[in-house]
């Protein structure tokens, strides 16, 4: 059976490509031909830019936008400083404590929560650096069952969102236009995109991991050419969509050095009529991902599923790698085919959208749970799952049949909140006793010669 991939509703439309140029305009002739800021745009819009990367930055990086829409996005009152006691998202400087330390962590699945909207629903669970310094990520979940208020729409300057839905749709009104993002989709929502939230099959719940430098590439596909893992005509941006109101008030809110702040405006934010740039958000189906794999022998690094790269300034080394675990022919002769044991100078922290994941087959890692490895922290099958795999037939077999688990991926030392640790409590205290503490010693000296204890001889 060939892997699900979705088809798009009839009400959203995309254009396709990952970093390609896109120009969008919702009604005929909003875009200035051959320019950027005529003396007065095209029906009376508003030119405005959006910098994603420094004016100055290369080519090859630049990510800009150029916006024409019904009131410039500067057309509001003052911030003020919201829910500041309770809205504390910065790993590098929140109200709670952050703990560094080398257990190894899963968690039970996080609950839903229908009171809250998005904005209120992201729970910093895991994170590094400060947003303040452009440096880091955070890893959240988020659960929430309420639409954003009709009139609210939200922004984060500290990161950009990649967002991995495990439960319920999320219908994405961004100011680039809309996005509906479904359990096994992701989207990315590029810093400082001001978008709304809107919940259309109920409660929702996931993964988000924040970027708070760079932003994603594709990976390098070296050796393995050309094509596969994820291609780039599968990315989708939005089409340009706006509503015209410039006199109902609005709140904007925005996620600034973890904090939450509000400002007022008597239009709405989603007013762009027509853009064109490389400064979007865009969605993905990991139903689309090509897989590949060992076709001889050996369990290859897990970088062949890389999804998106968010490179650091030193060349294959990672802030953060988003990588998948999708439903896969497994054919590798005379091998241990779950991952091996290891121990990883990256730290690893992994969700399950749905099914099981083949190197936990205890029972303990399931969809919308998580577990994270640190940096250095040994790791690998369950006793029960290498028991398995070290004495199983090796015919060709699929595994993840109707499955999906993911890693982020990082080169940082990752520190875990108070919420992650205790509050939420989720964390499992027997994860290293039904792991790794079952594992029997199998060692036999040759001939059947036994060491001395003592004397080691
Ligand atoms: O630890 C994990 O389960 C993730 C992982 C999978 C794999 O196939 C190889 C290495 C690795 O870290
Ligand atoms: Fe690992």
């Known amino acids: 059976m060939p892997v699900t991939k979705f088809t798009t509703p009839e009400k959203y439309k995309y254009q396709n490509g990952f970093h390609s140029y896109h120009e969008s305009e919702a009604i005929e002739g909003a875009l200035p031909i051959g320019a950027n800021s005529p003396q007065k745009p095209p029906y009376g819009l508003y030119a405005e830019k959006l910098s994603g990367t420094a004016f100055t930055a290369p080519r090859s990086e630049n990510l800009q936008t150029w916006l024409y829409r019904i009131l410039p996005a500067a057309a509001h009152g003052p911030f003020e400083p919201r829910e500041s006691i309770t809205y504390s998202t910065n790993p590098g400087n929140s109200s709670q404590k952050i703990h560094h330390i080398p257990n190894q962590l899963r968690w039970d699945p996080f609950d839903l929560d229908e009171t809250v909207d998005w904005v209120h629903s992201l729970r910093l669970v895991a994170g590094a650096g400060d947003p303040a310094m452009k440096s880091g990520i955070g890893i959240f979940i988020f659960a929430a069952g309420k639409d954003m208020d009709p009139r609210e729409a939200f922004y984060s300057a500290d990161g950009d969102f990649l967002i991995v839905p495990q439960h319920g749709t999320l219908d994405i009104q961004t100011e680039l236009g809309h996005l509906l993002v479904r359990p096994n989709e992701i989207a990315v929502i590029p810093r400082g995109i001001r978008y709304r939230v809107a919940l259309p099959t109920g409660p929702v719940r996931g993964y988000i991991l924040e970027l708070y430098q760079g932003h994603f590439q594709l990976p390098e596909l070296g050796p393995i050419g050309s094509n596969c893992l994820a291609n780039a005509r599968d ?39 027509a853009w064109h740039g490389l400064y979007y958000p865009f969605k993905y189906d990991l139903g689309r991902f090509s897989t590949i794999g060992s076709i001889s022998f050996d369990h290859p690094d897990p970088s062949i599923f890389t999804v998106l790269s968010a490179p650091s300034d030193h060349t294959g080394t990672a802030i953060a790698d988003f990588v998948i675990f999708p439903p896969r022919w497994l054919v590798a002769e ?48 369950d006793a029960s799952t290498h028991e398995k795999a070290s004495n199983t037939a090796l015919k060709p077999a699929k595994v993840g049949e109707g499955s999906m688990a993911f890693m982020f991926e990082s080169c940082l030392m990752v520190g875990v909140t108070e919420w992650g640790l205790k509050t939420c409590k989720k964390a499992q205290e027997d994860y290293n006793s039904e792991s790794w503490e079952p594992l029997k010693p199998r060692f036999k000296m040759p001939g059947g010669i036994k060491k001395d204890v003592e004397t080691g001889r």
């Open 235 to 273: 990315f989708q941006a939005p089409v340009a969509a706006f509503n015209e109101d410039t006199d109902s008030t609005w709140h904007l809110l925005s996620k600034f050095n973890g904090q939450l702040f509000a400002a007022k405006q008597t239009h709405t934010p989603f007013d762009v009529v």
């Open 334 to 381: 005379d091998t241990f085919r779950p991952p091996w044991y290891h121990r990883n100078t990256m730290s690893e922290f992994m969700g399950l959208i749905v099914g099981d994941y083949d190197a936990k087959t205890g029972g303990g890692f399931r969809p919308a749970g998580a577990s994270l490895h640190n940096v250095m922290s040994a790791h690998g099958p």
